[in-house]
C-alpha cells in the first residue's frame, strides 16, 4: 500500500484531532485565534499531562494550535468558546490564575465535551510522539528482530517466593 | 491457483468476510473440493504493509465507515480482525454453555443455553487449536514467559490464585505450519510483522487459494442477500471500489461480518417476504449484543518490567473463570496479561501530576486486562438508522449498550483482585482504566443459536432457523457471551459448520 506514505498519515493524524475539536464549534467571526487564547490552551495542555523536560513545541504539536495549522474556523471556534469556559470556571482570567485554581476551573469542567475532546486529541498525540518517548524511556518500533535476544523476561527484582 | 468464477454460477458457497469467521468457514469448505466465492470489503495487505507503527496500522486496516452509538474497535481487510486481535484463546467451559440453567433467572437478561455442549465442541476446539497453532497444545510448547507475565504470575501467586498458565496463545511459541515463532515484538494488535500470529491473511486464505476452489473477492462490500420464491437465497449483492455493483449467485451463503456488519447485511436485505430483514420472522436480528465485562488495570511496580518487550497478552489466569454467586455475580471472568506502547497505557492514566508522574515511570508499569462474561439483555441491540446513510448511500448502523447491574459486579470484583495482584508487589499506583462499555473488541450474539427459533436466529449449525440455505458464521452465533476472548469459539463453530455443510451438499440435501 504504497499511497499510504507518511505525509500523509501525518496529515490525516492532524486532521482527526483537529475535526474533532471542529466537530463541538460554530464559526468563528475573527478567522484567527489571539494570542491569549493560545497561552491558555497551551497552558491547559501542560497542566494535563505535566513533563517538565518538554519544551512548549511538544505541547504545541500535541494540540495543534501553531499559527499554521489552524485554520479551520470552527475549530478557531471551538477554542474560543473553551477558553470562555475556562475563564467562567476560573471566575475571572484563568490564565492569570495561579496554579491550583487553573487545576480546580480544569476539575470544573472536565465532564465537558471541550475538555474530554482536547484531553483526549493531546493524549494520544503527546504519547505518540517519539519525543516524549525519549523522555519516558520507550524504544519505539521493534521489528524484525523484537526483544527475543534482547532482554524480553530479564525482569530482576520480583520477590523469590 | 486461484480460481476465477462467473457471477453466474450458481454451485458456488458465497462467503461474506475474510476474519475468523468467514476464512475459516471458506478454507475448510474449499478443503472439501466445495466451490467458494470470499467477498471482502477491505483490502489485501502484503507482509511488507505490516509495520510497528499503530496509527498507520490503524488507517490501513481499521473499519472507520460511519457507526452510531457505542464504539466498535473491528477491521476491514483480508484477514478481518484476526489482524488486530492478541490471540488469547481459552475454550470455554461446560457451566457457559448452559448459561440460563446455570445461573437461573436474572431480572433484565435474556440469558438461553446453546442448543450445544462443550462435549460436542470439543473435537472442534481440537482441530482449531491444531490450526492456530495454540501454544501448549498439540506439542507447542507454552509461550515464552516475558517480565510482564512474570508480575502477573508473582502477584496471581501472592494472592492464592493457582491456575496460571502462558499456554493457549495463538502465535507461534516455536515454528509451526510454515510460518516462524514468535519473536516478542510486542505489536501484536498492529499486525504480526513475522507473521507469527495467527490470522487467516497469512493461513486461512493462501491455504484456501492452494485448492483451486476458491477465490477472493477484495473490496467487494456486500450489500444484499437476495432469495427466491420458495425463500432460499440465490445470490449476494456487492459493490466494488470502483462504485460498480455485481451480483454473484450462490448455492448458500455464510454471513460473517463480524456482528455489526452481519446485522446490517440482514436488515437492509428485507424483502416482502422478510419485511423486518432477511432470516429476520423471529425479530431477533440485532438483538442480544453483548461485549463482555472488559477493564484494564495498571500498576506502577518497585522495579522495572518494560512491558512493552514481547507478545502483549501471552498468559492469563483462570481462578475466577467458574460460577461461584457467592462473589455476587453470575459466571466468571480471567484476569489476561496486558501491555502496550505509551499512548495505549495512558488511557488508565487520568490527568494531571499525577498523570504526567506516571507516564514518566512507564518503564515500571505493568498491566491486565480483565474479560468475563456479559449477560445478553435484549435492550443491548445493533439496528439501522432510520434516515441516516454512510457515503455510500447505506443505513448507518446503530449500537445500543448498557451494561447490566451483573457485569457491573463483576467489574468491581476484578477490579479488586487485580489492585490486590499489583499491591501484593509492592505496587503504589494501580490505575483502573475508565470502563469502556466492554471496550468494543469482543461483539457477540445478534443472530443466536438457538434451540427455539423464537429465541434468536440460527440454529445448532448456525443456520438460520427461517433459510436453509443461510447460514452465519461470526461471533453473531454466540448464544451467551462466556468468558473467554471470543476466536477460538468463533473457529470452532466455523470449522463445525463447514463439515455439516460439505455433509448435506455430498448427501444432495443442499
Known sequence: MTDLDLGRRNFLRCCTALAMLGSIGAYSATGELSEQDKDALLRMARLLYPHQKLSDEVYETAFQISSTNIKDPSTIEAFERGAEMLDVAAQGNWFASDRDAQIDALKSIEKSEFFVTVQEAVRTQLYQDPVVWELIGYPGPSAPLGYIDRGFDDIDWLPED | ?510
Request: hydrophobic share 35%.
Open chain 2, 1 to 510: 491457483m486461484t480460481r476465477a468464477f462467473d457471477l453466474k454460477d450458481d454451485s458456488v458457497v458465497v462467503v461474506i468476510g475474510s476474519g475468523a469467521g468467514g476464512g475459516t468457514v471458506a478454507n475448510e469448505l474449499a478443503q472439501r473440493r466445495i466451490d467458494v466465492v470470499c467477498l471482502e470489503a477491505g483490502r489485501r495487505l502484503s507482509m511488507a504493509d505490516i509495520v510497528n507503527d499503530p496509527p498507520l496500522m490503524n488507517e490501513r486496516m481499521g473499519w472507520h465507515d460511519e457507526r452510531r452509538g457505542v464504539g466498535v474497535n473491528l477491521c476491514k481487510t483480508v484477514g478481518g480482525t484476526t489482524m488486530r486481535w492478541s490471540a488469547v484463546s481459552p475454550r470455554f467451559h461446560d457451566y457457559e454453555f448452559r448459561a440460563r440453567t446455570t445461573y437461573g433467572a436474572i431480572d433484565g437478561t435474556s440469558l438461553i443455553d446453546w442448543p450445544i455442549t462443550l462435549e460436542e465442541l470439543e473435537p472442534y476446539y481440537d482441530l482449531a487449536e491444531a490450526k492456530m497453532g495454540v501454544s501448549g497444545t498439540h506439542g507447542l510448547p507454552p509461550s515464552a514467559e516475558n517480565s510482564n507475565f512474570k508480575v502477573l504470575k508473582a502477584g496471581g501467586q501472592r494472592i492464592g490464585y493457582k491456575d496460571i498458565t502462558s499456554a493457549h496463545i495463538a502465535i507461534n511459541s516455536a515454528p509451526y505450519d510454515g510460518r516462524s515463532r514468535c519473536r516478542q515484538i510486542g505489536f501484536c494488535n498492529e499486525g504480526c510483522a513475522i507473521g507469527a500470529k495467527w490470522s487467516t491473511l497469512y493461513t486461512e486464505i493462501p491455504k484456501a487459494e492452494q485448492t483451486e476452489h476458491f477465490e477472493l473477492r477484495t473490496e467487494a462490500t456486500a450489500v444484499r442477500i437476495n432469495h427466491d420464491r420458495t425463500g432460499k437465497v440465490t445470490s449476494v449483492l456487492y459493490r466494488t471500489s470502483e462504485g460498480q455493483f455485481h451480483e454473484q449467485r450462490a448455492r448458500a451463503v455464510c454471513v460473517a461480518g463480524n456482528v455489526v456488519e452481519t446485522t446490517r447485511l440482514l436488515l437492509m436485505s428485507e424483502s416482502s417476504r422478510f419485511p423486518d430483514g432477511l432470516a429476520n420472522t423471529s425479530g431477533q436480528v440485532g438483538l442480544h449484543y453483548t461485549r463482555h465485562m472488559a477493564n484494564g488495570s495498571t500498576g506502577l511496580m518497585p522495579g522495572p518490567v518494560n512491558m512493552y518487550k514481547g507478545a502483549r497478552q501471552a498468559g492469563f489466569i483462570r481462578d475466577e473463570h467458574l460460577h461461584d454467586p457467592k462473589r455476587g455475580f453470575a459466571g466468571g471472568y480471567l484476569l489476561e496479561l496486558s501491555g502496550g506502547p505509551p499512548d495505549w497505557v495512558s488511557q488508565s492514566a487520568g490527568w494531571g501530576e499525577g498523570a504526567g508522574r506516571w507516564m514518566e515511570n512507564y518503564t515500571n508499569l505493568a498491566q491486565i486486562f480483565l474479560c468475563g462474561e456479559d449477560p445478553p439483555q435484549e435492550t443491548n441491540r445493533i439496528y439501522l438508522h432510520p434516515t441516516e446513510k454512510d457515503e455510500y448511500g447505506l443505513q448507518v448502523p446503530v449500537l445500543e449498550y448498557a451494561h447490566h447491574p451483573n457485569t457491573k459486579a463483576m467489574l468491581r470484583h476484578a477490579a479488586q483482585q487485580a489492585r490486590a495482584l499489583f499491591s501484593s508487589l509492592g505496587a503504589t499506583d494501580v490505575r483502573d482504566n475508565s470502563d469502556q462499555l466492554g471496550g468494543g473488541c469482543h461483539n457477540m450474539g445478534v443472530a443466536r443459536m438457538c434451540a427455539d427459533p423464537q429465541d434468536g436466529v440460527t440454529n445448532r449449525w448456525g443456520q438460520t432457523h427461517d433459510i436453509e440455505n443461510l447460514f452465519v458464521s461470526d461471533g453473531s452465533l454466540f448464544s451467551t457471551s462466556a468468558a473467554p476472548n471470543p476466536t477460538l469459539t468463533i473457529v470452532a463453530l466455523a470449522i463445525r459448520q463447514a463439515e455439516h455443510i460439505a455433509g448435506r451438499m455430498v448427501r444432495r440435501e443442499m
